[in-house]
Nanobody, 123 residues
Framework: QLQLVESGGGLVQPGGSLRLSCAAS????????IGWFRQGPGKEREGVSC????????YYSDSVKGRFTVSRDIRKHTVNLQMNNLKPEDTAVYYC????????????????WGQGTQVTVSL
């Protein structure tokens, strides 16, 4: 069974930073494009970032561009999301997922969703 596990969430003040990590159980992430998504209270799930396995290309939503950085840790077989200058509107449950298609911000293109990790940005 393909399963993803997100970690690294928590409570942080505005302007702070968190580093999320996505790991796989039962398979390796190395051969998939990996997307990060988030779902805030009462909101639809939205694409945040994606990293391509073929050439390492990265993609970001306009709301996080310049603040978030996605990367692969080849040695640990994980995909990380470094989040800096966090804002209250970044509060959400963050998920990672895999796709065999090109990177996109459409949740329907992705599968093997993890349980998510809560990120709360508040004073």
């Amino acid at each position: 069974q393909l399963q993803l596990v997100e970690s690294g969430g928590g409570l942080v003040q505005p302007g702070g930073s968190l580093r999320l990590s996505c790991a796989a159980s039962g398979f390796t992430l190395d051969y998939y494009n990996i997307g990060w998504f988030r779902q805030g209270p009462g909101k639809e799930r939205e694409g945040v970032s994606c990293i391509s396995t073929s050439d390492g290309s990265t993609y970001y939503s306009d709301s996080v561009k310049g603040r978030f950085t996605v990367s692969r840790d080849i040695r640990k077989h994980t995909v990380n999301l470094q989040m800096n200058n966090l804002k209250p509107e970044d509060t959400a449950v963050y998920y990672c997922a895999i796709t065999i298609y090109m990177c996109s911000d459409r949740p329907r293109d992705f599968g093997s969703w993890g349980q998510g990790t809560q990120v709360t940005v508040s004073l």
